[in-house]
């Protein structure tokens, strides 16, 4: 530290001749703050017994006192945009979960509006638009709504599954009828 402050002072047209052994137990005397840099506000000047480089050494520390402060309130500035841009990144973030979760609910529920799922089927669609909304969107449009949910039940309906596809005897969801359809197709592909 010393050797660099002697250097600036040269440079900046002091004389310390003879006065090497104060500066130097002055700065050594000078205590670092947390962030390690030397507190020169602790400067004993008054030891300076040349007025003209007693006055160009405060001029160095007060300058270090205006750029510290300034170093300060831009450090603070920075930390405060910070915070700011994390805060909206999460708001972004918690808009887009919530828009995602409504597009789903609104597609779960056309699909119930438009009676191609039951009540019971909605938890398992829900999921799967969570999981892969493209694809299961395009095997919903492909969907059409059993003869019991479109209000044609006769009695002989009573006895058929919900599903299209579906023997009598058995009873099927929709849902479980696409998952199958879903997994045939994949294996097929699979094997190609």
Do not use: C
């Not at 040269?10 to 004389?15: E, P, R, W």
């Not at 050494?57 to 405060?80: D, F, M, P, S, W």
């Amino acid at each position: 530290m010393f050797e660099k402050l002697k250097a600036l002072l040269t440079k900046l047209g002091f004389n310390l001749e003879g006065k090497e052994t104060e500066l130097k137990t002055e700065i050594e005397k000078l205590e670092k703050t947390n962030d390690g840099i030397y507190d020169f506000s602790k400067l004993d000047l008054s030891k300076f017994k040349d007025d003209g480089n007693k006055e160009l050494i405060e001029a160095v520390v007060n300058q270090n006192k205006i750029l510290t402060e300034k170093v300060t309130t831009l450090l603070n500035t920075i930390g405060q945009e910070q915070t700011q841009r994390e805060n909206a990144n999460k708001a972004a973030a918690d808009q887009a979960k919530k828009d995602f979760e409504k597009k789903v609910d609104d597609a779960v529920e056309k699909l119930f509006t438009d009676k191609k799922i039951t009540e019971a089927d909605k938890k398992q669609w829900k999921e799967d638009y969570t999981a892969n909304f493209e694809m299961t969107e395009r095997f919903a449009a492909k969907l059409t709504p059993p003869k019991q949910l479109a209000g044609k039940t006769t009695a002989d309906d009573k006895t058929k599954t919900t599903s299209t596809t579906a023997t009598p005897d058995k009873k099927e969801s929709p849902h479980k009828v696409l998952t199958d359809a879903i997994r045939e197709q994949m294996e097929t592909s699979k094997t190609v």
